[in-house]
């Protein structure tokens, strides 16, 4: 049977600094009763609640109970998916197993006819086929374009191609209504390829993008404005794509075209496809249509297959099995053309090329010690981007520094078959100049095979040393998804290894890092890590994999360093906006670096020397000029004013998740959370300078380090400071010896704890407020945003507590057990319905958390044990037959 699940309002943060987990109970009480076979209730916290209950979460000491957040029990909303692979993985924040990405089984993807149970999967990628409109009076372009898009948390990439239009200027997505959810104005270039982010996607539009309700628009600025549109749908077979065609009309205004998603078999040479088609079908009234399926070269036909299709379902999927060599050769080449015609009374035709999927991704590599064939600890990187062209060729660029011996080679590999067994593709040796450690060139040999693995993700880059003859270093060659920053991926990236950190650090990890200043003076990086190993990054959060940082090389005491953030994994990505004037100049004469930190090097694992030429000597560029990185992809207005998670405060509508600065006081945040705005104060940061000033736009002083004496030495800005703290809540690193409220999304700022980073070990230890002991009744909290109650003035009854404050009081807290309330440090025997009292267990409030243990007993060393009825724990036999004789009438129980 399915398990129900519960939904909580807003859900923690999974790294929190505290355990944020209440203890579970031995037993439950008769109104929380175990779960069990058959009965529908949902498990949260150690308790069990039966469907459509209501509770505010207990988050634990030191958080407390969460009141302004309200979780409800509800029936699960769909089964568990079918898993279709042979090695399922749990993601995290998942709740089911699902194939990883690129491994579901082939077979069961394509289908020699028409199916599209391979929907149901819930890793999908979505797909839209953009054709003229029809059913205008104004004549249909002969435009088609195909788009495909990659939904991440809340923020969808697309990638677009075109042919036989325009370059467009505005793609718009609509909603199941037919209004305008997202507009993306187009950047004016002469590629035909549009790449773009619609970020923060509502709740709502997620749910009709995953019905399939939502459709794209794609319009034209020239003088014949032109029109394309389409549904986008989910299509589990773009996880296995490698190889695609966009099929067009030569009939003008026909509003017909199709795409073709296809893929090699991963053993032998067969060519799975499935069509989608559109406007084909003329007449909607024809239950069935006969199809013409043709592989053409040159005008030769050198497949063809026959099928029916449906008007109301036109896709088609098949196999072309056991393609030859010459075959393979121009499908490399992207010579093969693939055709469909139907064949009744009014015959239509589209075709196009088959080439390499095309996509706004990067093919990169990270080559590290730690992920070569023998793994080692080296302090070197290399360093590799790739660009794939419609005839086959693969363009490269690699850079190598930080090696411990000789080069000898550079090669891009297979997985190897056997253990250190290398199967090498292709040689890019004679390309490389050891002066530079650099390698350009392009390979135009690739095979249909090669292409198809490396767009699955399954070649591998090598660097052979002397010393390390089978590769001192080694990186998979992947695709990094396209994020919207405008770092220039196309070109080599800052090598980030321990061979640059001062002095140098041996270690097996390396990255890479694409940094640009745009026009406002703001900061885009792009970093991706490999090698970084979580059993030797001993950090205060487990997950988090290192901290990236951006500064000057020079040591001097003046060094202008910021935290760029804390990630997980092996990305991060961002802006930075506010960059002083000094780290600026630094970027400018390459004076600058990016460093990566972790646990066991906390003064830097990999860093690299930064150079990005800049205009900015007058700093961040703000006032009316300012477009913010993110306005880029804001919400329409309206939509922002429709969605109802949106917060409306001092006459503005916010966003879900946005924070703000309120006019009302400048040393206020406020932040929305679905439709609830909580504003919290500021908590300056102690100063260790020995002058300060205070800004006219900023709440909290900061130190003036211009009227600091010459000869002394400046210490560097707190919250520019490595050492210290990094507390996953708020993102920010903390000073040894400050203390703050804990920010946990998506709660805000929990005031009734208090956070203290100590001194250089890097922990956070926080700890709840202590309020003080109330005896009024009815003690009240004079500001939502106060952690601690107050008496009021008057009192209105006599003392003593009332049940619903027992749960809230700020003083000892009490407990509640079943349907009964004890007061801090009480003890009981919880008492079990069918059962009655649990006399072999004690309970005991410990301010305001139930705490059960069972007696302990202790272990018997006799052979014949018995268990004397209404006594705890069993005893021996032997030792106890005197007291029977003095006791006859006692009642005995032998139980085995």
């Known amino acids: 049977s399915e398990a129900p699940i519960f939904k909580l309002c807003a859900w923690l943060h999974a790294g929190a600094a505290s355990r944020l987990k209440s203890p579970a109970l031995p037993i439950q009480s008769e109104r929380e009763p175990l779960p069990s076979k058959g009965l529908s209730g949902c498990s949260f916290g150690g308790r069990f609640y039966s469907l459509e209950d209501t509770w505010h979460p207990d988050l634990g000491e030191p958080f407390g109970v969460m009141h302004c957040v309200q979780c409800h029990c509800e029936p699960p909303q769909k089964g568990l998916p079918d898993v279709d692979c042979d090695d399922p993985i749990l993601l995290p924040g998942h709740c089911c197993k699902t194939c990883p990405k690129g491994k579901e089984k082939v077979d069961d993807l394509h289908k020699s006819y028409n199916d599209r149970s391979y929907l149901s999967s819930e890793e999908v990628d979505f797909v839209a086929v953009l054709t003229g409109v029809t059913d205008s009076w104004l004549p249909s372009s002969n435009g088609v374009a195909r788009a495909r898009f990659s939904l991440t948390r809340t923020s969808m990439a697309f990638s677009i191609t075109y042919l036989r239009m325009d370059r467009p200027s505005k793609i718009t997505f609509l909603d199941s209504d037919g ?24 709740k709502p539009l997620i749910r009709q993008l995953q019905s399939e309700q939502l ?37 003008e205004n026909s509003g017909m075209g199709g795409i073709a998603m296809l893929t090699l078999s991963d053993t032998e040479n067969n060519l799975h496809f499935i069509l989608i088609l559109q406007g084909l079908i003329k007449h909607k009234d024809k239950v069935v249509v006969p199809i013409r399926v043709q592989l053409v070269y040159r005008q030769h036909v050198l497949r063809e297959i026959r099928a029916n299709v449906t008007s109301h379902d036109p896709d088609f999927a098949e196999v072309l099995t056991d393609l ?84 000898l080679g550079l090669t891009i590999e297979l997985k190897p078959r056997r253990r250190n067994k290398r199967s090498v593709l292709y040689d890019l040796t004679p390309e490389y100049n050891k002066a530079t450690g650099q390698a350009q060139g392009s390979w135009s040999r690739l095979e249909a095979r090669h292409i198809h693995m490396l767009l699955q993700n399954e070649l591998f880059i090598n660097v052979a040393t002397a010393h390390n003859q089978e590769g001192e270093l080694r990186g998979q060659i992947k695709a990094l998804l396209y994020n919207g920053l405008e770092a220039p991926r196309y070109e080599l990236p800052v090598p980030l290894a321990g061979h640059f950190v001062s002095p140098p650090v041996r270690t097996g990890a390396s990255g890479h890092a694409w940094v640009s200043v745009n026009k406002q003076c703001h900061l885009q990086y792009e970093i991706v890590v490999a090698g970084l190993s979580k059993a030797d990054d001993l950090t205060v959060n487990a997950h988090l994999h290192g901290l990236a940082e951006i500064g000057e090389i020079d040591d001097s005491s003046t060094t202008h360093k910021r935290l760029l953030t804390g990630f997980y994994g092996s990305q991060a990505q961002g802006v930075l906006k506010d960059i002083s004037v000094e780290l600026l100049q630094h970027l400018d004469q390459g004076t600058a670096f990016i460093q990566v930190s972790t646990k066991t090097n906390p003064r830097g694992e990999i860093r690299g020397r930064v150079h990005v030429p800049n205009n900015c000597e007058f700093g961040t560029r703000g006032g009316m000029e300012e477009a913010e990185f993110d306005d880029l992809f804001v919400k329409d207005p309206e939509e922002l004013k429709n969605d109802p998670h949106t917060c409306f405060f001092e006459n503005q509508h916010h966003a879900h998740g946005s924070r703000w600065t309120p006019n009302y006081d400048k040393c206020f945040s406020c932040s929305c959370q679905k439709r609830t705005v909580i504003c919290d104060p500021v908590i300056c940061p102690v100063l260790t300078c020995s002058r300060t000033i205070q800004p006219e736009d900023k709440c909290c002083p900061i130190c003036d380090e211009r ?110 057990f079943g349907k009964n309330y004890y007061q801090n440090s009480d003890n009981w025997h919880p008492w079990v319905p069918l059962v009655g009292e649990m006399k072999c267990i004690n309970c005991w409030c410990d301010h305001g958390v139930t705490k059960c243990q069972r007696k302990q007993c202790p272990v018997l060393t006799c052979t014949n044990i018995t268990r004397i009825e209404g006594a705890c724990c069993p005893e021996c036999l032997d030792s106890k037959e005197e007291d029977d004789l003095k006791a006859p009438d006692k009642r005995r129980t032998l139980r085995h």
């Open 179 to 202: 209004t305008t959810a997202f507009e993306f104005r187009i950047p004016t270039g002469q590629s035909d390829m549009i790449c773009g982010v619609w970020k923060n996607l509502a």
């Open 324 to 407: 030859n060599s010459r075959e393979l050769f121009w499908l490399s080449r992207g010579q093969l053309e693939i055709a469909v015609a139907t064949e009744d009374q009014d015959p239509q035709h589209i075709s196009g090329f088959i080439t390499g999927r095309k996509s706004c991704d990067t093919i990169q590599s990270v080559m590290s010690s730690g992920d070569a064939l023998t793994p080692g600890k080296t302090g070197g990187v290399g360093s590799g981007v790739f660009y794939l062209h419609d005839n086959g060729t693969l363009d490269y660029q690699v850079q190598v520094a930080g090696l411990t011996s000789d080069f």
């Open 707 to 816: 009227k600091e004496p010459k000869d002394m030495k400046a210490p560097e800005r707190v919250d520019e400071l490595l050492e210290g703290c990094y507390f996953e809540g708020d993102q920010k690193m903390h000073a040894p010896g400050t203390t703050w409220h804990p920010f946990v999304p998506p709660f805000g700022y929990i005031k009734c704890a208090v956070c203290t980073c100590k001194g250089s070990s890097g922990e956070v230890h926080c700890e709840k407020v202590t309020c003080p002991v109330l005896t009024c009744s009815h003690p009240i909290r004079r500001n939502p945003s106060d952690c601690c109650k107050e008496c009021p003035e008057e009192e209105k009854t006599p003392a003593g507590l009332e049940h619903t404050d027992m749960m809230q009081a700020d003083g000892p807290r009490h407990c509640k």
């Open 215 to 251: 459709r794209i628009s794609m319009t034209t600025s020239t003088s014949r404005q032109e029109e394309v549109e389409g549904k986008i749908i989910k299509h589990r077979a773009l996880f296995a794509e490698t190889f695609s065609s966009t099929l067009t009309s030569e009939e």
